[in-house]
């Protein structure tokens, strides 16, 4: 081959092969992702399977009128095309049993390299549920540094395995988790949902502001020390804590059955009365009696998260124990940050006017927002 | 009235704190969900030099002949093009089933080794490469990309005595401007940096004339070799240059945008290194400098997107380059024991100028000066000029 006829063409190769600082190992090649859930009873699976538009686009082609966007639009035209080429390269096993898959879904998500198709399935399983295995072949054909990402959840434990051209088929396995690692898990999810659930942040603080304040002769006083303030606050929180843990348990026992609709709308009332209290004691009741009985309203809040969640039969007391430790630890890492600042807070008019008075407001304005959603089904924050 | 102002920053700043941590928290909730209406864009394509069908017939064709030669060649050829032009690494994926069939193949043909080398040198496999460009040249002597190659994975790895060897023979045969450009980057760290500037300036007239596409590059690296002597005011010119003919050269940007970021201008680099796209060396920098310039909520932002990026490369059993990893880790989340470490590991196998200034800069900062040593002995032996390592040296040497 003589290389000076070549000459331009090769030298453009060159350039790039000179110059230091092309870094294109530095993307993440092509991943799908897998991830089946086993449901309670064992008897059907919710699998999610994420493709990314790109490899789409070579595989069937969804740019159809080729301006190189894909729309969503687009994407639902070639929901069936997508369903025939991936299916025929997916099988899920139970035992030795052939599990029939159809997609029944098609969404959208997006990860750190573009955006993915999902197709959702929910495949019954017939007869018992023995080992489930994978093999899996998109796009090993043409594309050998492809790979599968599998996260299998039988709602014990949650496994990640790695599918390649040369380990298309696993197994995935269901080994029982320990006790411990279960409690664990579900004190963080406990602690989680405090931190994320607005409304029992909310309903918290509401009941806290007054805890470093006492009335005397119609007069808000600050409270002469932390001890006092500290207890007063530990009351409210375990109160709160025990009174809810006390719902959660009907609930999820299936003793009592509220509509959830219901339980948001009486969460966000709660809300406003203990806001209302704060300016006049309507209730004539100290602050760990409302926690209690509001404590039980909010139980059957979390229960629902509790049983998106997924729980089994196995350790169910472990599960629950360990979702209301979970929940006093979120509540405490709150009162942590916020007690010192209030009590310091305490003797100013800063706090009485603004903290305590224009809180409360703020607070009562948000909750009377969620009620009105919640109870009419209205939209008013446009989310 | 003063207590009163300061409880009610203290508490303004709590409360944000708070907010701010929950927002980081629910910041992760990437559930599927249904787009909103059918126009929503939801992927836009890279420009690519082909259509969908000419691959798909390429692809077919493939699947026919796999053990057609020129064919296989060809196809790796395009798709690494198309790889280093759109930085999607799906194609390098391509091109490697296009030469599935040579893989392991311990004698394939010439033209198969010369594009299995590059994938593996796109792999970090530089001694897989080495053996593959050493074949490749063996079978065909007079071939210049196979010295070209292997010249640049010798200068990667520091080993500028067999580098220098393969210029060498390059310059038996090659074009004056052929050796030249494959000369100036290791002229570049092993002090000749003056050499390596004039050189490069004498090849400017001849590539303007004849290989314009060739002109950025030969820019940068002067810009690039003015940095090396100090002459920072110089190196800023040359960029300047580049950008001019070429506004939106992304290598040039790119390093530029570095070049602004370690001059303190960090501004000026944001605004250089622009919205990055999917290379996560160029959003570690833009993280950088959007973080040094204040952007604290697009800062959080993209380093929530190298984040995820890193998570997922090792979720798939691989991990992020250990380059940006160490910046990332120094620059953003302040752990330079950890910025050490990783800089270390990279550098045993990678010793770029970047690679030695990540274990200096992390070295310093970690105040573990012995843990630079194997590198401040290998900068010394290979007698770098780069007024920026030998800055670091100097402070480290303290």
Known sequence: ?383 | MNASLLVAIQFGTSLIFLLSAISVATAGDLSPYEPKNDSVVLERLPTIPYSRDQLVAVRKELTRNPKNVQLAATAASSYINVAKSTGDPRFLGYARAAIEGWWDDPDPPATILEFRAKLKERDHDFKGAIGDLQLFSKKEPENAQALVDLANIYRVIGDYEQANEAVEQLSAFGTEFQTAVCRIPIMAVTGFAHEAYDLTGAQLPFARQSIPDSVSWLLVMQADLARILGDFDLADRHYQECLKDSPSNRYARRAYGEFLLKRGRAKEALKMLGEPDSDNGALVLATIAASRSGRTSLAENWKFMVERRFEELRLRGGKPHGRFESQFLLEIHGVPEEALAVALTTWSHQKEATDSYNVLAAALAAGDADAAIPVIDFLRESGTEDSELLTLVKRLRK
Not at chain 1, 72 to 79: A, D, M, N, P
Request: aromatic content about 12%; charged content about 15%.
């Open chain 1, 1 to 383: 081959m003589s290389v000076h006829s070549h000459w331009p063409l090769l030298f453009l190769v060159w350039l790039f092969a000179l110059l230091p600082c092309i870094e294109v190992e530095a993307h993440k090649p092509s991943d799908s992702y897998l991830r089946i859930q086993m449901d309670e009873e064992g008897e059907a699976l919710h699998v999610q399977w994420e493709i990314a538009l790109k490899d789409l686009e070579l595989l069937i082609g969804i740019d159809s009128d080729g301006d190189r966007n894909i729309t969503w639009g687009e994407l639902k035209e070639r929901r069936d095309a997508i369903a025939a080429h991936a299916l025929n390269r997916l099988e899920i096993k139970n035992g030795i049993q052939k599990v029939e898959l159809a997609v029944e879904d098609l969404l959208f998500t997006e990860h750190s390299d573009g955006g993915y198709a999902v197709l959702v399935l929910t495949p019954e399983l017939s007869g018992s549920t023995e080992s489930l295995s994978v093999r899996y072949d998109l796009l090993f054909d043409i594309d050998p540094t492809h790979r599968g990402l599998v996260v299998y959840d039988n709602g014990d434990i949650s496994n990640t395995y790695l599918l390649s051209p040369s380990n298309d088929t696993i197994e995935l396995s269901s080994a029982p988790v320990s006790l411990w690692t279960k409690f664990l898990k579900f004190i963080w999810e406990g602690i989680w949902h405090i931190w994320i659930g607005f409304d029992h942040i909310l309903f918290l603080i509401a009941l806290l502001l007054p805890a470093v304040l006492y009335r005397e002769k119609g007069e808000w006083r600050p409270v002469p020390g932390f001890l006092p303030a500290c207890l007063t606050t530990l009351k409210i929180v375990s109160v709160f804590t025990l009174a809810h843990s006390i719902t959660l348990w009907l609930a999820v026992m299936d003793y009592v059955s509220l509509p959830s609709r219901f339980i948001e709308a009486t969460i966000a009332a709660s809300i406003i009365v203990v806001v209302v209290n704060n300016f006049h004691s309507i209730l004539k009741l100290s602050g760990w009696m409302i926690a209690f009985i509001f404590g039980l309203i909010h139980g059957f809040g979390f229960a629902n998260v509790l049983v998106d969640l997924g729980l089994s039969a196995s350790g169910l007391a472990i599960s629950l124990f360990g979702f209301n430790v979970g929940v006093e630890l979120g509540q405490l890492a709150i009162v942590f940050v916020l007690l010192p600042i209030i009590f310091l807070a305490r003797g100013t008019t800063f706090y009485r006017r603004y903290v305590y008075f224009g809180g409360s407001i703020l607070i009562g304005i948000i909750a009377l927002i969620w009620f009105l959603e919640r109870a009419f089904n209205l939209n008013l924050t446009g989310g």
